[in-house]
């Protein structure tokens, strides 16, 4: 199975600012994913990770709000926008073979 | 998107007893991943189902695909402390229509040991 690293694995950050998440994946994977787990809860698709493409979101969320880059096929950005503290959550990179991987995670708390 | 119910919510076991839960929903599926969750991290693929009724173990844990396709089952015989975690179903549609998988709500299991 892939190997999936993410940075940063926590951060604490301002309301307003953005903050930018990477994940690195050991082999091509062509199809990858970013999720969102608020606290006690299930995993949230946010989006697929299109490489050489524009995003695909899933509905109540916006590019303007989560951009997201995936400019080949082992890497991929999600950057969480104006931040608020209603963003606190764990943010999850996924990849899809037959079975999907998940990485390791960013816990992300906005003040 | 598609709604899978995932039962009990959570449980608190005792060491050495065995665990049952399950993931029900009105579609079918034609994948079934039952995934661990440790505080902190991501989750980790315990048991992949590609067929109904096929019946599957990895170590004590083993899990079912549900005949009609419309719900998984997995089972933790004699639990240990290190089970403790939050285990997830998810479920890819049949036919497949996007390569997504949806994810149940999660059962929280607590071992006392």
């Known amino acids: 199975s892939a190997v999936i690293s993410q940075k940063p694995s926590r951060d604490i950050c301002q309301r307003g600012t953005s903050l930018t998440i990477q994940c690195q994946v050991d082999?091509?994977?062509?199809?990858m994913f970013w999720y969102r787990q608020q606290p006690g809860q299930s995993l949230t698709l946010i989006a697929t990770?299109?490489?050489?493409?524009?995003?695909?979101?899933e509905s109540g969320f916006v590019i303007d709000k989560f951009p997201i880059s995936r400019p080949n096929l082992t890497f991929s950005t999600l950057t969480v926008s104006n931040m608020s503290p209603e963003d606190s959550s764990i943010y999850l990179c996924?990849?899809?073979?037959?079975?999907?991987?998940f990485g390791p995670g960013t816990r992300l708390t906005v003040l | 998107g598609q709604q899978l119910n995932q039962s009990p919510q959570s449980m608190f076991i005792q060491e050495g007893e065995d665990v049952s839960m399950n993931c029900t929903s009105s579609?079918?599926?034609?994948?079934w991943l039952w995934y661990k969750q440790d505080p902190g991290e991501g989750p980790v693929l315990l048991i992949a189902?590609?067929?109904?009724?096929e019946l599957t173990s990895n170590g004590r844990l083993t899990a079912q695909f549900g005949i009609t396709r419309k719900d998984s089952f997995l089972n933790i015989s004699a639990s240990i402390p290190s089970d403790v975690g939050i285990y997830f179903c998810?479920?890819?549609?049949?036919?497949?229509?996007?390569?997504?998988?949806?994810f149940g709500t999660g059962t929280s299991l607590t071992v006392i040991p």
């Open positions: 996924s990849v899809k073979e037959n079975e999907q991987f």
């Open positions: 082999s091509q994977v062509t199809m």
């Open positions: 990770a299109n490489q050489g493409s524009e995003a695909t979101y």
């Open positions: 579609s079918i599926f034609n994948t």
């Open positions: 189902l590609y067929k109904a009724g």
């Open positions: 998810a479920g890819q549609l049949y036919p497949d229509t996007g390569n997504q998988f949806y």
